[in-house]
């Protein structure tokens, strides 16, 4: 059973940057594409931006396109969103989720394994 932990939130002003985490354990990372998903208060979740099992493919959300980037290292088991230039409107629970395949999608319901999210709040 793979077990994902994300962490690295927290409070940032607009303009400023914040790189949040996330670790697996239970399983080797390197059998799963990773996700990157939010929501906001009173929204749905969104994907936000994935990666693939070896680290040469990722997808972008446009909204995010040009300020998030996405990266991992299997080796520590680990996944990482590096968020630039963030704006109030990306103020959410950022959640990672995790499915066996080689290539990510941006659809939540193809993901079988879900962090218990961690909040990042963009707010001068």
């Known amino acids: 059973q793979l077990l994902l932990v994300e962490s690295g939130g927290g409070l940032v002003q607009p303009g400023g940057s914040l790189m949040i985490s996330c670790a697996a354990s239970?399983?080797?990372?390197?059998?799963?594409?990773i996700g990157w998903f939010r929501q906001a208060p009173g929204k749905e979740r969104e994907g936000v931006s994935c990666?693939?099992?070896?680290?040469?493919?990722?997808r972008v959300e446009d909204s995010v396109k040009g300020r998030f980037t996405v990266s991992r290292d299997n080796a520590k088991d680990t996944v990482y969103l590096q968020m630039n230039s963030l704006k109030p409107e990306d103020t959410a629970v950022y959640f990672c989720a995790a499915v066996n395949r080689g290539l990510c999608v941006l659809y939540e319901s193809e993901y079988e394994f879900w962090g218990q999210g961690t909040q990042v709040t963009v707010s001068s």
């Open positions: 239970g399983s080797p990372l390197e059998y799963y594409a």
């Open positions: 990666i693939s099992r070896s680290g040469a493919n990722t």
